[in-house]
């Protein structure tokens, strides 16, 4: 959510349209009342600030939402950490957004650290399976984690072409 | 530049047509391989990886740039010489193996060690003690017919390793493989690595890119990312929680 304030500030309301736009369908269970409360927390945690601005006649007012400088510095932190705790594509994906959508970030650049990072998990992994006297029951959760992280590293080179391209097209698109 | 890489190449720009249907398959490629260094080169297809490799073994001459091999420049030398280079000090791996059919593996092998002027018998000693290293000393007459897609590329690796090559250039060598071949071309791989063997690989598979000591990716004919991987693995089978953290 951080990062999706950082391209710049917004509603709340502009904040969850960001936020469904960046993960597709799978940002359709995200609610109102979430957003409202997590930026609450993050203001709590001196993350974020907020303005009220004068309302329209037919609506309340409402409060525009901005990064502090903590905040921003919180979100230069999540980017560029490796750390793929779990197999969280989602996590990984809004980054790549984030960073595009902000400019805070080439999306490529983080693609290649990511990989970096895995295939360093996929030597250590594999290296372990290619010694002939590891037990074969050991060796059978080498093979599943070697088969984990190539999946992985095949959805980065994914992510790799689409991110290039779109930056091919940026680039033209303004000389 | 130091002097003690094996293979240089600086500013290796390699064009493909002209006017708007130019394409710049390799476009200033500046790259030091230090002697028994491994390293793997990956991106997508279409990226010039092959047309790189093609370019470091002399297979193909750069449109622009310079290339050293062993202290050698090698994308101005006459085709003769070129062919010598090739034959003498530069081990071949495709994709496809590239086997004579007509000739039994251990046939295969020595012969670019006969082509290079070495003793029959000689060349066929040599032979035998490669196919026994890639672990095929039983499979010797066999026509490469008779054997596993793996097992012909290991023939076709002990064939690269036949001369006693400064350096071994592999493009995609798993690409025709199955899971349990391809651990064997790595498992040989990694034997030559920790051997001292320099070795390019150009290859989208990652197993390859984890035995190295370095990896590039390259996108659109140049370098994308050059990551060195400190110190060689122990082997050890311990701390798979570490590698693949949330995985349990």
Known sequence: MLAMLAKEPAYGYELRSRIRAALGPLGEAM?????????????????????????????PDRRVYALTPAGQQRVAAWLTEVSWPKPDL?????????????????????????????????????????????????????????????????????????????????????P | MSESALLRARGVTRWYGRGSALVRAVDEVDLEVPAGQTVAVMGPSGCGKSTLLHLLGGLQRPTDGEIWLAGHRIDTMSERALARMRRQHIGFVFQSFHLMDELTAVENVELAALLAGQSPRRARRRA?????????????????????????????IARALSNEPLIVLADEPTGNLDSAATLEVLRLFEELRTAGQTLVVVTHDARIAAIADRMISMRDGAFADDSRFAGAGNGSAAGTGTIYGGWR
């Open chain 2, 128 to 156: 035998l003690d490669l196919l026994d290293r890639v672990g095929l000393a039983d499979r010797a007459t066999h026509l490469p017919s008779a054997l596993s897609g793996g097992q012909r590329q290991r023939v076709a």
């Open chain 1, 31 to 59: 609610n109102a009342g979430q957003v409202y409360v997590t930026l609450a927390r993050l203001a709590k945690a001196g993350l974020v600030t907020s303005q009220r601005t004068e309302g329209l006649p037919d609506r």
């Open chain 1, 90 to 174: 989602g996590e990984f994906h809004l980054k790549l957004v984030a960073a595009a959508a902000g400019r805070l970030a080439d999306p490529v650049a983080l693609v290649d650290a990511q990989r970096r990072e895995l295939l360093r998990r996929l030597r250590e992994a594999q290296r372990a399976a290619l010694d002939r006297s590891v037990d074969p029951v050991a060796g059978l959760l080498l093979e599943g984690v070697v088969l984990r992280l190539r999946a992985d590293l095949e959805w980065l080179e994914a992510c790799e072409r689409a991110w290039t391209e779109r930056g091919r097209i940026q680039r033209k698109a303004k």
